[in-house]
């Protein structure tokens, strides 16, 4: 069978969307032109990979152990080579608050595992919006086993657990393209009229730690959950089937995510990309994104990854007869 690209040149642009949102974070802060491509960056990068994750999830063969094992312990491995690097942002031992971007395997781990039960369940998809839109009021749901974002991103994995083509197909490019268009701009804008914060697309603060009510959070958390669902629809139905010399970036992404913010963090550190002008910082922040993702890409180092995984998995799970 033919293999479909589509959703490999997805993952290649949101990852290195990913890493272009960190670079610009790290090495130049979020505030002005840095804030305005943060907010677009991440308005619509992790909803639509936590999308595609779920998709793939109904179409996984692994088992339950398997996937516990893969992302449990890649999470329990990075998290703690992270922690004991001179950027870490918790205790090395506290395996409970994930460092940066790890919580994502994680919440990766306790998604795969209830998603089939969860998916069973009339009006699974509206209470969990309910949950993400609620969560937003609790001052201590933040980052403790990244509880917020578990509960937040659940509704794009669930959503993309049921997916469908059917849902997009009909139609027309046009107008996914004039919605994912407006829909970046509508972002731009939210922004620089200090409508909605830029920190609240990461979905781990409760509305008053982002100091605004948790009436005017529900409004704000409503619309970023609609704008990103739209651009993640017409990205799916934009982007070619066909495979491109950035297509190995989305087949072997994982590494990528995993490593990337060590070199990010050093670089950082150094000051060496450091400009006057804005335009030229975004410039060298797009080129340093693009070494790093193409550098982590090698197959070498995926296929070193997978068989580290592989002989975890096979020490740990208990072998059927």
Same mark, same amino acid.
């Given at each position: 069978?033919?293999?479909?690209?589509?959703?490999?040149?997805?993952?290649?642009?949101?990852?290195?969307?990913?890493?272009?949102?960190?670079?610009?974070?790290?090495?130049?802060?979020?505030?002005?032109?840095?804030?305005?491509?943060?907010?677009?960056?991440?308005?619509?990068?992790?909803?639509?990979?936590?999308?595609?994750?779920?998709?793939?999830?109904?179409?996984?063969?692994?088992?339950?152990?398997?996937?516990?094992?893969?992302?449990?312990?890649?999470?329990?491995?990075? =998290?703690?080579?992270?922690?004991?690097?001179?950027?870490?942002?918790? $205790?090395?031992?506290?395996?409970?608050?994930?460092?940066?971007?790890?919580?994502?395997?994680?919440?990766?781990?306790?998604?795969?595992? $209830?998603?089939?039960?969860?998916?069973?369940?009339?009006?699974?998809?509206?209470?969990?919006?309910?949950?993400?839109?609620?969560?937003?009021?609790?001052? =201590?749901?933040?980052?403790?086993?990244?509880?917020?974002?578990?509960?937040?991103?659940?509704?794009?994995?669930?959503?993309?657990?049921?997916?469908?083509?059917?849902?997009?197909?009909?139609?027309?490019?046009?107008?996914?393209?004039?919605?994912?268009?407006?829909?970046?701009?509508?972002?731009?804008?939210?922004?620089?009229?200090?409508?909605?914060?830029?920190?609240?697309?990461?979905?781990?603060?409760?509305?008053?730690?982002?100091?605004?009510?948790?009436?005017?959070?529900?409004?704000?958390?409503?619309?970023?959950?609609?704008?990103?669902?739209?651009?993640?629809?017409?990205?799916?139905?934009?982007?070619?089937?066909?495979?491109?010399?950035?297509?190995?970036?989305?087949? =072997?992404?994982?590494?990528?995510?995993?490593?990337?913010?060590?070199?990010?963090?050093?670089?950082?550190?150094?000051?060496?990309?450091?400009?006057?002008?804005?335009? $030229?910082?975004?410039?060298?922040?797009?080129?340093? $994104?693009?070494?790093?993702?193409?550098?982590?890409?090698?197959?070498?180092?995926?296929?070193?990854? =997978?068989?580290?995984?592989?002989?975890?998995?096979?020490?740990?799970?208990?072998?059927?007869?």
């Amino acid at each position: 069978m033919k293999r479909d690209f589509k959703f490999d040149n997805i993952k290649a642009l949101l990852i290195f969307l990913v890493v272009l949102g960190h670079s610009l974070e790290y090495l130049y802060g979020v505030k002005d032109t840095y804030g305005a491509l943060r907010a677009v960056i991440y308005s619509f990068h992790m909803p639509a990979f936590v999308f595609i994750s779920g998709y793939f999830a109904s179409r996984s063969k692994s088992s339950v152990s398997e996937v516990v094992v893969k992302y449990l312990v890649t999470y329990l491995i990075f =998290n703690t080579l992270f922690a004991i690097s001179p950027w870490h942002v918790d $205790s090395p031992f506290n395996f409970l608050f994930p460092q940066l971007i790890y919580w994502y395997l994680l919440c990766l781990c306790f998604w795969r595992i $209830s998603v089939g039960a969860i998916a069973g369940i009339r009006f699974a998809v509206p209470l969990s919006i309910l949950f993400t839109l609620y969560i937003g009021t609790c001052p =201590n749901a933040d980052r403790f086993m990244s509880i917020s974002r578990a509960v937040c991103f659940f509704t794009f994995f669930l959503i993309g657990y049921k997916f469908s083509y059917k849902w997009i197909e009909k139609i027309k490019k046009l107008y996914l393209a004039l919605a994912l268009a407006g829909s970046i701009v509508l972002t731009i804008a939210l922004y620089y009229k200090r409508i909605i914060p830029v920190k609240m697309y990461e979905y781990i603060q409760s509305y008053s730690s982002t100091k605004v009510s948790n009436v005017a959070g529900i409004e704000m958390r409503i619309v970023m959950m609609v704008l990103a669902f739209i651009i993640t629809f017409s990205l799916i139905g934009l982007m070619p089937s066909k495979e491109y010399f950035f297509t190995i970036l989305g087949r =072997n992404s994982l590494c990528i995510y995993l490593v990337h913010i060590f070199v990010i963090k050093a670089v950082a550190q150094t000051k060496v990309l450091s400009f006057s002008n804005t335009w $030229s910082n975004v410039g060298a922040a797009v080129m340093l $994104s693009l070494v790093i993702c193409f550098c982590l890409s090698l197959q070498v180092l995926n296929t070193a990854y =997978n068989r580290l995984v592989s002989k975890i998995s096979s020490a740990l799970i208990i072998q059927k007869d």
